[in-house]
């Protein structure tokens, strides 16, 4: 594993009066970083009562670690995520996007841990599967991700990305906003997810909810409920959203989903 880093980019909204409630810790999915739970869900939980605290994995946003982002695995965006929950004043629930689902599941193969919320999360089949999929149906997709540099996206690769991660009826500044936090990703998590490095079953017994998308082409239905399935609890599917669920028109309706099963954990 690498080492420690400096700095994590920690973006923080608590409630404005003190709360029983346990602190959540969002983690971003893949080419990413926390800015993607700005816009809606850190104001929203947070004023819901729950202090909400969303980080960039290093090498992401403004968080220290890019010159080493190539070889960053798995286990050290766990590292990361561990030190942000030993800052805080209680044991978190964790709540993962995509590629952030897999390090929740990462974090309850090899240690206990209050809770995990796994958002569009990565198949058990492994990211392999997701790509050779993406790749038969779209190659525009597959050739525009392979080596994705975010300092060189023209107009065509922004149009063939943009199905596979929101639906048509997404602000237009949200999107703009968005595509200005898109960065490059590690490969060997991307190889790291293609093992299924995450796929160990559970070391200790945590409540696990799993929610996805209806229009997700990325993390689809069927693979919300394969998920689901491997954690023995059902999935919710949202209408209409697409992968960025955070970020779609629907995002209060995921809000509000996993609120109902917050409110269950103590």
């Given at each position: ?166 639906s048509d009826r997404v602000d237009p500044a949200i999107l703009r906003e968005a595509l200005f936090h898109l960065k490059g990703e590690s490969p060997r998590v991307l190889f790291d997810l293609s093992l299924r490095l995450h796929w ?67």
């Amino acid at each position: 594993m690498l080492a420690p880093q400096s700095h994590l980019e920690v973006r923080s909204r608590l409630p404005a009066r003190a709360t029983r409630k346990p602190p959540l810790i969002f983690v971003h999915g893949g080419y990413g970083d926390a800015w993607c739970w700005e816009p809606y869900f850190l104001p929203w939980f947070a004023a819901k009562g729950w202090p909400a605290h969303a980080l960039s994995l290093r090498g992401h946003g403004t968080s220290s670690g890019a010159e080493t982002l190539f070889i960053a695995g798995l286990d050290d965006y766990v590292a990361d995520v561990e030190h942000v929950a030993g800052e805080l004043d209680a044991a978190p629930i964790l709540i993962g996007h995509s590629m952030g689902a897999a390090i929740c599941e990462r974090m309850m193969a090899t240690r206990p841990i209050r809770g995990a919320a796994l958002l569009a999360p990565v198949p058990p089949s492994g990211l392999l599967s997701v790509a050779a999929r993406l790749a038969a149906s779209n190659p525009d997709y597959a050739s525009h991700f392979v080596g994705l540099d975010p300092m060189r996206l023209s107009d065509d690769i922004l149009k063939a990305l943009r199905p596979f991660y929101f639906s048509d009826r997404v602000d237009p500044a949200i999107l703009r906003e968005a595509l200005f936090h898109l960065k490059g990703e590690s490969p060997r998590v991307l190889f790291d997810l293609s093992l299924r490095l995450h796929w160990a079953p559970p070391r200790a017994p945590s409540p696990v909810f799993v929610m996805g998308a209806e229009r997700d082409q990325i993390s689809t239905p069927d693979d919300v409920q394969a998920t689901a399935r491997h954690h023995q609890v059902d999935a919710t599917i949202l209408p209409g959203s697409g992968h960025m669920l955070m970020l779609e028109p629907e995002w209060k309706d995921a809000a509000e989903a996993l609120a109902n099963w917050l409110a269950g954990i103590q």
